[in-house]
Nanobody
Framework: QVQLVESGGGLVQPGGSLRLSCAAS????????MAWYRQTPGAERELVAT???????DYLDSVKGRFTISRSDAKKMVYLQMNGLEPEDTAVYYC????????????????WGQGTQVTVSS
């Protein structure tokens, strides 16, 4: 199976920065779209940013200009650079990757990381 492991969360002051990382491991033949989501208690999980396998990106409106998603296919990793953090950014952040897991290119599945807590507070 495929496993995604996240790191980089923590406590930061408003205006500060964090860089989240997510590493994929296991039987991986290809990685398609990768994404970051976030979720707060009592709310549904929301899509923060996506990056496709051509490098195209999309962002939640409230993070545009502050967050940058990137990927390294060689390292099988996706990153989220978060600058100008605001208290409203506090959430558990999850990475997701659409992965081809066999030699057959139609055998693809979405995999999720375990989540990492980001807290923005003074």
């Amino acid at each position: 199976q495929v496993q995604l492991v996240e790191s980089g969360g923590g406590l930061v002051q408003p205006g500060g920065s964090l860089r989240l990382s997510c590493a994929a491991s296991g039987t991986i033949f290809g990685i398609n779209t990768m994404a970051w989501y976030r979720q707060t208690p009592g709310a549904e999980r929301e899509l923060v940013a996506t990056i496709d396998n051509g490098g195209g990106t999309d962002y939640l409106d409230s993070v545009k200009g502050r967050f940058t998603i990137s990927r390294s296919d060689a390292k099988k990793m996706v990153y989220l650079q978060m600058n100008g953090l605001e208290p409203e950014d506090t959430a558990v952040y999850y990475c997701k990757a659409n992965i081809q897991y066999t030699i057959l290119n139609w055998q693809i599945e979405d995999y999720w990381g375990q989540g990492t807590q980001v807290t923005v507070s003074s």
